[in-house]
């Protein structure tokens, strides 16, 4: 729930002014990260790409704050491109840490056995 609500708030941000794209995409990089990191599950990083439909309706980003006129939704797709290879990157390194701290763990405990 946290990283849709990270996501919604990148679309927002980035829909008042594209000059936010660095801190809508900070948030929902870090958001995607965090997500990864929890869950160790890569195909969740398809969730990214929610953004995309979100984005739609929000037409092109605001002009009056001085900043570039761009698709809303063309913001979503790289960032969700973006961001699912950030989900899955994390999961994929958790997983990674995890299985080598067991094998290490494991070897440790079958030293002293053996030496005993």
Same mark, same amino acid.
């Given at each position: 729930?946290?990283?849709?609500?990270?996501?919604? *708030?990148? $679309? *927002?941000?980035?829909?008042?002014?594209?000059?936010? %794209? +660095?801190?809508?995409?900070? $948030? &929902?990089?870090?958001?995607?990260? #965090?997500?990864? /990191?929890?869950?160790? +599950?890569? &195909?969740?990083? /398809?969730?990214?790409?929610?953004?995309? =439909? /979100?984005?739609? =309706?929000?037409?092109?980003?605001? %002009?009056?704050?001085?900043?570039? *006129? +761009? =698709? *809303? &939704?063309?913001?979503?797709?790289?960032?969700?491109?973006?961001? #699912?290879?950030?989900?899955?990157?994390?999961?994929?390194?958790?997983?990674? $840490?995890?299985? &080598?701290?067991?094998?290490? +763990?494991?070897?440790?405990?079958?030293?002293?056995?053996?030496?005993?």
């Amino acid at each position: 729930m946290a990283y849709l609500a990270a996501m919604i *708030v990148a $679309i *927002v941000l980035f829909n008042a002014n594209t000059r936010n %794209q +660095t801190v809508a995409m900070g $948030i &929902w990089g870090l958001a995607s990260v #965090a997500l990864g /990191l929890r869950t160790r +599950t890569t &195909w969740l990083g /398809l969730v990214a790409f929610v953004a995309i =439909p /979100l984005a739609v =309706p929000f037409g092109s980003s605001n %002009q009056s704050a001085g900043g570039d *006129v +761009t =698709p *809303v &939704w063309s913001f979503a797709l790289v960032g969700g491109i973006l961001a #699912a290879i950030a989900v899955a990157l994390s999961a994929f390194s958790a997983r990674a $840490i995890e299985r &080598w701290r067991a094998r290490s +763990t494991g070897r440790s405990h079958r030293g002293n056995r053996e030496g005993e």
